[in-house]
């Protein structure tokens, strides 16, 4: 098992709570019809954006999806800034012209959330395409959902991955419904690592919901990626603890069901393993849980309070 | 001056902005080994090498999102998709991530990509390698259309398009890649969203762009003996249209034909007619006449595709009628 160190552990709690916290608030704003239109909420699938992105170095590049707010937040995302820009504001991150969908700081090394499924391939592919011609070190992640696998693009880009070498880490997470269905009613192939030997490349499944097997298994792979070995597919099990949206009463799962992947939440029982091992205290848990929410207040706050963008910003960023 | 073809110029165009900065490559099927399905490449390889010049598996999505991700990193990517008839294959890349962007991002990143593609009819391919798809083009905020019509403005543009730090639809013509005209030694650039009036005249305007050009000067040169002066306006550039030239020629001619060789419903030539209307109405002494391509799919059998596409006579009684 992957061991952090006292420092490591405490980030990568606290990085978890951090999006937990964020949707939970997102959940909230949008019952009080304080947040408008819709949002794909991330809660439940923490330890896979905190596993795999704490592993990468701060100047390499992910690509995220519909549900980004947790790789956002992963990618040294500012949480004022994330907030401001869901609610539509000029302080967002895209100045409230993006949005929950589109979420994006290239300053950080995110390339953008996207409202098309596996709208993120190409342009992680190519971002890797550059990379490799500049000679980098530097590597990409792709983050993708089970619904993705069956968009063509994804076959276009990992086929053309594989075959000029890019450092693209494509990193599917199988949170096992597309919107309503089911990877059991959509997927001819259910053992998604059999996909990447369609383009010879490795692959590897792991424990989603344990952020420390995640950790364990990115870290091997984004060195393999790094090592100039060409892309592979990491897939990371799942859960979303809230529906597709905001709208979604989530007929077509089980209450059983949940309640499962609810056991296997990966916040409490990175917590418990913290406090079992020795690297952080009962105390120091609470610490970083009260330090947290206290950050997302604050987060909210400055979202409701900032203004919306001025009426001129209709027609600027569209041409350079 | 020295005479090259539409291809050479457009050659020579890649050429020199490769040679200018390294971060400019190409990409597309066909491109390399072969020279481009019309040999708009040919050469590139040897002298650049397969990493600046690459040939790609048939994936027309993948070509433009990957040169959007390579364009975010600071490329400068030229990609080729063969035929605009295969643009549905990437047009979610390219409307909703290429041409969206930047907006989306609050202007935190440019796409200095070039999509060079080509179309038009003249080749009897038939339906799906026939199409002037321009139209669905302008319908996309975020992204330039320009369709050159000669060999001095094909190299001009082109030049410009790569210069661009915004995303550039760059629509060639198949039945033009030989075609010759002058073009200068040495270095120039075309702006993009000029239009330029390639024969002056006084009595009626022809607003059209790309392989209609040709048709179009043809046709004012046989009004001419019929004593109809005609000015033929070259668009150049139909995303942004250069509203002023049109609104200038139209002021003085005081009547307008459109000629366009896609098909006519919510064709190009639909937003050309109304940007006149909506510029210079109270300067028209006669309705705007559209000279388009059928609505139908492009027949192969080559009668009827010269019939679903305007002739220099079609255009010739078109004037007329507007005439009269």
């Given amino acids: 098992m992957y061991e952090p160190s006292k420092e490591e552990a405490a980030r990568l709690l606290r990085q978890m709570m951090e999006i937990r916290q964020f949707e939970d608030k997102i959940m909230e704003l949008l019952a009080k019809n304080i947040a408008e239109g819709g949002s794909h909420l991330y809660a439940g699938m923490e330890a896979v954006a905190v596993g795999v992105i704490s592993s990468l170095n701060p100047d390499d590049y992910i690509t995220s999806t519909h549900r980004g707010h947790g790789h956002a937040i992963a990618k040294d995302g500012d949480l004022n800034a994330l907030m401001a820009e869901i609610l539509g504001k000029k302080t967002g991150v895209c100045k409230g012209k993006g949005g929950s969908l589109h979420l994006a700081d290239l300053n950080k090394g995110n390339l953008g959330a996207n409202g098309i499924v596996a709208g993120g391939l190409g342009i992680a592919t190519g971002a890797a395409l550059a990379l490799k011609m500049s000679k980098s070190s530097k590597i990409v992640v792709c983050f993708f959902g089970d619904g993705a696998l069956n968009n063509g693009i994804t076959h276009e880009c990992m086929n053309m991955a594989s075959l000029w070498k890019l450092p693209v880490l494509y990193l599917c997470e199988n949170n096992l419904y597309a919107m309503s269905v089911s990877i059991f009613r959509a997927c001819s192939v259910k053992d998604f690592k059999k996909r990447a030997a369609a383009y010879d490349m490795p692959a590897e499944v792991v424990d989603g919901m344990d952020v420390l097997a995640v950790k364990e298994a990115a870290t091997k792979w984004i060195e393999y990626v790094r090592n100039g070995n060409g892309p592979c597919l990491l897939v990371c099990n799942t859960y979303r603890y809230y529906g597709h949206s905001r709208s979604d009463p989530r007929v077509y799962r089980t209450k059983e069901e949940e309640k499962f992947y609810k056991e296997k939440d990966p916040i409490p029982n990175f917590a418990k393993i913290c406090i079992q091992k020795g690297w952080l205290t009962e105390h120091e848990v609470k610490q970083i849980e009260a330090s947290v929410t206290k950050a997302i207040e604050e987060a909210t706050e400055y979202a409701i309070k900032s203004p919306l963008p001025d009426p001129e910003e209709l027609y600027t960023d569209l041409y350079v | ?324």
């Fill in chain 2, 1 to 324: 001056m020295r005479e090259i073809t539409y291809r050479q110029a457009l050659n020579e165009a890649l050429d020199e902005e490769m040679a200018r900065d390294e971060k400019v490559f190409l990409m597309g099927e066909d491109i390399a080994i072969y020279g481009g399905a019309y040999g708009v490449t040919a050469g590139l390889l040897n002298k650049y090498g397969e990493d600046r010049v690459r040939d790609t598996p048939i994936s027309e999505a993948a070509i433009v999102g990957t040169g959007l991700g390579a364009a975010l990193l600071g490329y400068r990517p030229v990609v080729e998709i063969m035929y605009i008839d295969f643009i549905g294959l990437c047009m979610d890349q390219l409307n909703n991530q290429v041409a969206k962007i930047r907006y989306m991002f609050g202007g935190k990143c440019t796409v200095p990509l070039t999509i060079r593609t080509e179309g038009g009819a003249g080749r009897t391919l038939g339906a799906h390698h026939s199409q002037s798809l321009e139209a669905w083009l302008m319908h996309i905020p975020g992204i330039k259309v320009v369709m050159p019509a000669t060999p001095v403005d094909a190299k001009g543009l082109l030049k410009s398009s790569i210069r661009d730090n915004n995303p550039v639809v760059f629509i060639e013509h198949k039945m033009l890649y030989n075609t010759k005209g002058p073009v200068p030694d040495g270095e120039y650039l075309t702006p993009i969203g000029k239009a330029e009036i390639k024969r002056h005249g006084n009595d009626i305007t022809i607003l059209t762009y790309s392989r209609m050009l040709l048709f179009s000067l043809q046709a004012a040169e046989i009004l001419e003996k019929e004593g109809i002066s005609v000015e033929v306006v070259d668009l150049r550039t139909l995303l942004p249209l250069d509203r002023e030239t049109i609104r200038k020629s139209v002021m003085k001619t005081n009547r307008v034909v459109i000629v366009e060789e896609d098909t006519k419903t919510a064709g190009a030539g639909a937003e050309i007619g109304m940007t006149v209307i909506e510029e210079c109405f109270d300067y028209l002494d006669a309705p705007i006449k559209r000279i388009a391509g059928a609505d139908v799919p492009m027949p192969k059998a080559p009668n009827l595709e010269k019939l679903a596409i305007p002739s220099v006579e079609s255009i010739v009684e078109g004037i007329m009628e507007v005439m009269k």
